[in-house]
C-alpha cells in the first residue's frame, strides 16, 4: 500500500535550516551540518537508509521555497531520479531533467499535488521532502501517514523550525523503527489518526 | 567523575510540558503524557533507566518554578530521597523531607547552586532535572556535560520548548547511547566543549 512519508533531517532542537535561507544558502548558515549524516560522517547504516527511501519512493512533493533554494545546487541530473511535485501559486511549465527527474508545478493545492504525486507513484511511496511548512500542512490536512525523521546531535539554536505551525494541536504517533547511527537517530513514526 | 546532567522528557517537537503549567497544573495541559513511558506504559527497559539514573544521581538541581508547581504532587516523601537544590531568588529556611530528600534554597546564581549539588553529590552525578530555563541556563554556561532525553513520539504543538533561549548558539554534542522502548527515544548527548 502506498504510503505518504515525510523525510527530513532534524536537529535535536528542532530545527531542519539554520538562519538565513536564501537562494545561495539553501541550508541557511552552516545548515549543510544536518546533512553530515549523508555525506562526510555516514556510515554503511546510513547509506542503506537513503537508499531504501530511494528504492520505497516514487514521486516527491516540495515546497516552492525549497526548489527556489534548491534548483541550483541540485542541478542536473537532479538526486531525484523520479518525478518531482512543487506545490506553488506560480503556473509554470514542466521541466524534464536528466537522469529520470520531472518537475511539476502545481498551483491548485496540496491535495491536488498529492493526487498527482499518488498517480505518479503507483505503489510506491509519495515523499514529502521539505521544507517545513509543506510538511506542517500535509500533517495538519491529516494527509500524512508517516514521517521519518534524522535526528541530529546538535543545538542549532536558530533557524527554521520543523514543527512550528500546528497551532496548539496534539497529534499522537506510533514509533515504527529506530535506527541508530553516529552521525544521527533515525527514527520512523506513523501518524494516528 | 562525577558529571552534571540533564534528565527530562521531550515531545518530537520539542516540549516539556503543555501550554497552561501552574499550581495544580504542573505538567501543563493534558502535559502527563510525556511521563507515560515511567508510569502507564512503562516496561522493564524504562525502569531500568530511570533506576540506573537514581543510582547515578547524588543531588539535584531545579527551578524555583518547577519546585513551585511540584511540591504538593510531589507529597512527602518526595521521589527524590536525595539533596535537592532549588535556584530562586527568594531566600527561605531548607526543609527536611521524609525518604532523605532536603530541599536547600540557593539564591545566589546558577554557580554557587551547582556548587552545593557538587559537594552533595559526592562521587555521583548531578541531575539538572527541570525545568526548561534551568537547563538553558547550565548549557549557555558551558556548565553541563551531559544530556539525557526522552523522546516521546508525539507532537504537543504547544507548551515550554525546551530548547528556547539558545540565542543563536550553536552547540554540538556527541550521542553515547540510545536505548529504544515502545514510549521513548531515550538517547544520552555529551555536550562538545
Chains 1, 2 share one sequence.
Not at 49 to 58: F, H, M, P, R
Amino acid at each position: 500500500m502506498s504510503k505518504v512519508t515525510c523525510e527530513i533531517s532534524m536537529s535535536l532542537d528542532g530545527f531542519i535550516a539554520g538562519p538565513n535561507v536564501r537562494v545561495g544558502n539553501g541550508m541557511g548558515d552552516d545548515g549543510d551540518r544536518l546533512h553530515d549524516w549523508r555525506f562526510d560522517a555516514k556510515t554503511e547504516t546510513d547509506d542503506a537508509i537513503v537508499d531504501e527511501t530511494y528504492a520505497s519512493t516514487g514521486a516527491v512533493l516540495i515546497g516552492k521555497r525549497m526548489f527556489d533554494v534548491g534548483f541550483e545546487p541540485w542541478g542536473d541530473p537532479p538526486p531525484f531520479g523520479m518525478p518531482v511535485f512543487i506545490v506553488t501559486h506560480e503556473a509554470r511549465e514542466p521541466m524534464r531533467m536528466q537522469g529520470g527527474t520531472t518537475y511539476t508545478f502545481v498551483t491548485d493545492g496540496i491535495e491536488a499535488a498529492l493526487e498527482l504525486a499518488r498517480a505518479a507513484a503507483g505503489d510506491k511511496d509519495v515523499g514529502i521532502w521539505g521544507g517545513a511548512n509543506i510538511i506542517q500542512e500535509y500533517l495538519k490536512a491529516g494527509l500524512l501517514d508517516e514521517m521519518q525523521i534524522h535526528v541530529v546531535p546538535v543545538l542549532f539554536g536558530d533557524g527554521t523550525r520543523l514543527f512550528e505551525g500546528l497551532g496548539g494541536r496534539r497529534i499522537e504517533l506510533r514509533k515504527t523503527s529506530t535506527i541508530d547511527t553516529p552521525g544521527a537517530t533515525h527514527v520512523r513514526y506513523d501518524v494516528v489518526r
